[in-house]
């Protein structure tokens, strides 16, 4: 049995992020065209496009503001004639901020995470999912996190916005799922990165003392579940919240 995505295109929002790189790569080697989405880092939007580029798929770079639907249908205009229809979407891309009490945080930060979780994905649905529905199939994912069920001090703006993040997922499952469309989110956990590589910082005891697979992830295993999520294997899986932690966190029946 093979995971193969032959055909289809991925559009990745925040590709050129730690782990959108990961999750363009390999579904590229999955054999999937790929819309490389970046908000502001044009050079490595297009280092990456060229890097999918060998390994003979299509590939385009995009730019738009994820929290403006008037850029996500402009972005979808660009897409349809470079590259043409979007059978995959993975909403990957958020705001960053420094994290801090709620008694501090700026409230500019709570609306930050709501446009780049909530609204995002609310603009990436209206906008795709239409010709998702015409042709009777398709795959949208979002990216959400360990934290959404953590609720630690100091995580309140990025749990608030992905929390919503969540209803939206969980709804659209249920609205589009008639189509053949389905709608899942794979939730990561502290995951090691090119950075982590690059600085040395991989181990982190403490944290990995409360996994019990005792250690952190990697991207590529978040990218792992991410390809199986938009390939056929996952066909009879819709509306799941799916830990990609080592079990750091457990959703509960």
């Known amino acids: 049995m093979e995971l193969r995505l032959n055909g289809k295109t991925a559009l990745i929002t925040g590709a050129t992020g730690d782990l959108g790189r990961v999750m363009a790569k390999t579904l590229a ?3 999937a065209n790929i819309v490389v989405h970046y908000n502001s880092n044009a050079t490595k939007a297009n280092e990456l496009k060229a890097e999918l580029e060998s390994l003979n798929v299509k590939a385009v770079s995009v730019q738009a503001d994820i929290t403006k639907q008037s850029d996500i249908e402009q972005m979808y205009k660009h897409i349809k004639e470079q590259i043409g229809e979007v059978h995959i979407v993975v909403a990957n891309a958020v705001i960053q901020y420094e ?6 945080q700026n409230p500019e930060d709570y609306q930050g995470q709501f446009d780049s979780c909530v609204m995002q994905s609310v603009y990436l649905a209206k906008t795709f999912i239409p010709d998702m529905i015409a042709r009777k199939e398709g795959r949208f994912i979002g990216i959400n996190t360990e934290c959404a069920m953590q609720n630690a001090p ?6 608030a916005g992905k929390r919503g993040m ?4 969980r709804v659209l499952a249920k609205e589009v799922g008639e189509h053949g469309i389905t709608v899942n989110q794979v939730a990561p956990g502290w995951t090691i990165s090119e950075r982590d590589r690059e600085a040395g910082s991989e181990i982190n005891e403490g944290y990995s003392a409360s996994v019990p697979l005792k250690r952190r992830g990697t991207d590529q295993e ?3 579940a991410v ?6 294997l996952s066909s009879f899986i819709t509306g799941a919240y799916i830990p990609v932690n080592g079990g750091n966190v457990m959703p509960a029946i």
């Open 227 to 232: 390809a199986f999520l938009a390939s056929d």
């Open 166 to 169: 969540d209803g939206i997922y």
């Open 154 to 159: 100091t995580q309140s703006a990025y749990v």
């Open 99 to 104: 994290w801090t009490s709620i008694m501090e």
């Open 222 to 224: 978040i990218a792992n």
């Open 29 to 31: 080697a999955c054999g």
